[in-house]
């Protein structure tokens, strides 16, 4: 079945450092591609989406490219603070039928 | 209110015991979803709902009876659960099936 791969955490980095999180997609069909963030105690929240190919998505300093040559949509931040320590899902979805990777959890500190 | 509502927040409940989730949500979609997200696990999907008919029952153990009365509001009726039913319920919304989620906050169900 459909599913999504996302790099397993924690990842631990310092403020102002450059965060990558891998995430690869089965392709079928032609879903799209959604990065979500958890914040502790919280729901999953939309963090930026692409719905086809080559679109990027972006938020709050976040990018992330729907690449479907790869498979791919990795979600990037050049210069991460400590308020983006969360966990975040990566999500394929299409016709309502959402698969969510396992999330990453990051942590940035000081 | 706005966006997606859960209540209770914290549920804690013998195995015995009937209790129900409730969500509602604030932003004219028209379909909403359970999600049980468990410590180390991925998300799962549990029901799906689109114009209050059910789309998707993802295997989901009959413990677990979904309810949704209109567009606006979905239930989670509980009974006879196991210790591994603990978990964070998620309750979500999309405007349609293709659309992007909406997330309330959760539940955090404890079964003893």
């Known amino acids: 079945g459909d599913s999504v791969t996302q790099m397993e955490g924690p990842v631990t980095l310092s403020e102002e450092a450059c965060l990558t999180i891998?995430?690869?997609?089965?392709?079928?069909?032609?879903?799209?591609l959604f990065w979500y963030v958890q914040y502790p105690g919280e729901g999953l929240q939309l963090l930026l989406k692409?719905?086809?190919?080559?679109d990027k998505g972006s938020n709050k300093g976040f990018e992330a490219t729907y690449r479907k040559e790869t498979t791919s949509f990795h979600l990037e931040k050049g210069s991460v603070q400590v308020s983006d320590s969360a966990v975040y899902f990566c999500a394929r979805g299409s016709w309502g039928k959402f698969q969510f990777g396992a999330g990453t959890q990051v942590v940035v500190t000081p | 209110e706005t966006g997606v509502t859960q209540t209770p927040r914290h549920l804690v409940m013998g195995m015995t015991n009937k209790k129900s989730l409730k969500c509602e949500q604030h932003?004219?979609?028209?379909?909403m979803y359970w999600y049980k997200q468990s410590a180390k696990k991925p998300l799962e999907l549990m029901f799906v709902?689109?114009?209050?008919?059910?789309?998707e029952n993802n295997s989901v153990p009959s413990r677990f009876s979904p309810e949704c009365p209109n567009s606006s509001h979905l239930f989670l009726h509980l009974h006879t659960l196991q210790p591994e039913d603990s978990a964070l319920y998620l309750c979500?919304?999309?405007?349609?099936?293709?659309?992007?989620?909406?997330f309330g906050p959760g539940t955090r169900l404890t079964v003893l």
């Open positions: 709902y689109n114009f209050k008919e059910q789309t």
């Open positions: 891998n995430c690869t997609y089965t392709a079928t069909g032609y879903p799209s």
């Open positions: 932003l004219g979609h028209n379909a």
């Open positions: 692409a719905t086809k190919a080559d």
């Open positions: 979500a919304s999309s405007p349609g099936l293709e659309d992007e989620q909406f």
